[in-house]
């Protein structure tokens, strides 16, 4: 069974610094998705990125970049130039590849603080 | 992107009674839909995947006659707490499985 698992309760950045989130997982299989979601405290599930296995390069959306490394099974999100937002609660997830509606996996979450 | 919808946003019911919360794609057909549930502090917790037009394949732990799921259309999932008591209190959650997965907004229940 797939598991994913997030080391890091809580961590603290200062406002417009760089904050990496950790992130590792387990899985037999070779082609699967990663995610990052990001709740804040209204507690809707926003979709930060999303990387699929079998690219080699690492999703950027913005400010928002992973660092994947397949062999180790490591998917760390690191935001740059941190701001009062994007303070939430911050889940790492897997899904299988194969099947196409099989279940989301989620980590137990990273809360995030930005301070000012 | 896509919306899911939930109704309603939050509830309180007395213990013993049923309670209903609607999931709905409002801008795609999912034929498959999934319910949630967070504790405050956790992470989500997946109770069942329900699939459009059969049963409903519930997590192992989930009590399948006290959460009972409904996935009469391509649009629309229910999900019932049957004879719900304070420990059922909870955040549910539902998603809808589109060319990705969308979160509804979620759902308070407060059983007294």
């Given at each position: 069974a797939q598991t994913v698992t997030q080391s890091q309760p809580e961590m603290s950045v200062q406002e417009a610094e760089t904050v990496t989130l950790s992130c590792t997982y387990d899985t037999s299989e070779s082609d699967y998705y990663l995610f990052w979601y990001k709740q804040p405290p209204s507690r809707q599930m926003i979709l930060v990125i999303r990387q699929e296995a079998y690219k080699q390069q690492n999703a950027t959306e913005n400010r928002f970049s992973v660092n994947f490394q397949k062999a180790a099974k490591?998917?760390?999100?690191?935001?740059?130039d941190s701001q009062l937002g994007?303070?939430?609660?911050?889940?790492?997830a897997y899904r299988?590849?194969?099947?196409r509606d099989d279940k989301i996996i989620f980590g137990k979450g990273t809360r995030l603080h930005i301070l000012p | 992107g896509a919306v899911v919808s939930q109704h309603p946003s939050w509830v309180i019911c007395k213990s013993g009674t049923s309670v209903?919360?609607?999931?709905?794609s409002l801008d795609f057909q999912a034929t498959t839909m999934f319910w949630y549930r967070q504790f405050p502090k956790q992470s989500?917790?997946?109770m069942a995947t329900s699939n459009e037009g059969s049963k409903a394949t519930y997590e192992q732990g989930v009590?399948?006659?006290?959460f009972l799921i409904n996935h009469a259309s391509l649009t629309l999932s229910t999900l019932t707490v049957t004879s719900a008591h304070p420990e059922d209190s909870s955040f549910y959650i539902c998603s809808a499985r589109g060319n990705e997965q969308f979160f509804g907004p979620g759902t308070r229940l407060t059983v007294l």
């Open positions: 490591s998917f760390s999100l690191k935001i740059s994007d303070a939430a609660m911050y889940f790492c299988s590849y194969v099947n | 209903k919360i609607e999931c709905r989500l917790m997946l009590e399948k006659d006290k």
